[in-house]
């Protein structure tokens, strides 16, 4: 109940497309979704982050997507960049001060 | 405003040996969190901690592994009597409060000969 499956494990766009990655959970106490990026040798920073209150969130080329009743949440990129090459990470948690749990990230590559 | 600073960056230790893995949190963050990275995995959660408490430490192995976020100071993941298994990044992160807004460190990369 408390995992929180992600796919793809990688994902090869090309320059210019559209990089989705799908998130899913089990526990229905989860409200707060959070997506991080990471690069090699680095430590994990949030991207953006959605509480179930509302179905989208959009901050500049990324886009959550959140779904209560499937109980699934995507990121979208729109026009993917060389430098949005990363791992990304989904997460969930409850307001109850509960720890973070992630899932086991997506390998993203833009091709130029 | 540094952000969450973790030393050493990388640390060797041989089988038997103790790891002392040291995070100061962001300043006017009180909440620190040790999660664990292995290779192709995702990041584990081990322990959750406020000033001079523990408040989770429910990802935390029962034996070898301790942490402690003292009044003064930073918090510290200790690691007795290492394993080849144990060769992991070890990330800390904080956060103002308990909503799980968390700002992560660069990491501790440890290796076990």
């Known amino acids: 109940q408390q995992q929180v499956k992600q796919s793809p494990q990688s994902l090869i766009v090309q320059k210019g497309g559209i990089s989705i990655i799908n998130c899913a959970y089990e526990?229905?106490?989860?409200?707060?979704f959070p997506w991080y990026q990471q690069f090699p040798g680095k430590g994990p920073a949030l991207l953006i982050a959605?509480?179930?209150?509302?179905s989208e969130k959009k901050e500049g080329r990324f886009t959550i997507s959140f779904n209560k009743s499937a109980k699934q949440f995507s990121l979208h990129i729109m026009d993917s960049q060389p430098g949005d090459s990363a791992t990304y990470f989904c997460?969930?948690?409850?307001?109850?001060?509960?720890?973070?749990?992630f899932g086991k990230g997506t390998t993203l590559s833009v091709s130029s | 405003n540094a952000g969450v600073m973790q030393n050493p960056r990388h640390l060797v230790r041989r089988r038997g040996q103790e790891a002392r893995l040291r995070c100061s949190p962001m300043?006017?963050?009180?909440?620190v969190y040790w999660y664990r990275q292995l290779p192709e995995e995702g990041l584990k959660f081990m322990v959750y901690?406020?000033?001079?408490?523990?408040?989770?430490e429910s990802g935390m192995p029962k034996e070898r592994f301790s942490a402690e976020f003292p009044k003064e100071g930073p918090s510290i993941l200790r690691i007795q009597q290492v394993v080849r298994g144990d060769s992991a990044a070890y990330f800390c992160?904080?956060?103002?409060?308990?909503?799980?807004?968390?700002?992560f460190g660069a990491g501790s990369r440890l290796t076990v000969l």
């Open positions: 992160a904080s956060s103002r409060d308990s909503t799980n807004v968390l700002t």
């Open positions: 526990n229905t106490a989860f409200d707060y």
């Open positions: 959605i509480r179930p209150d509302v």
């Open positions: 997460a969930a948690s409850n307001q109850a001060g509960t720890a973070l749990i």
């Open positions: 300043k006017g963050h009180s909440h």
């Open positions: 901690l406020q000033k001079e408490n523990i408040i989770d």
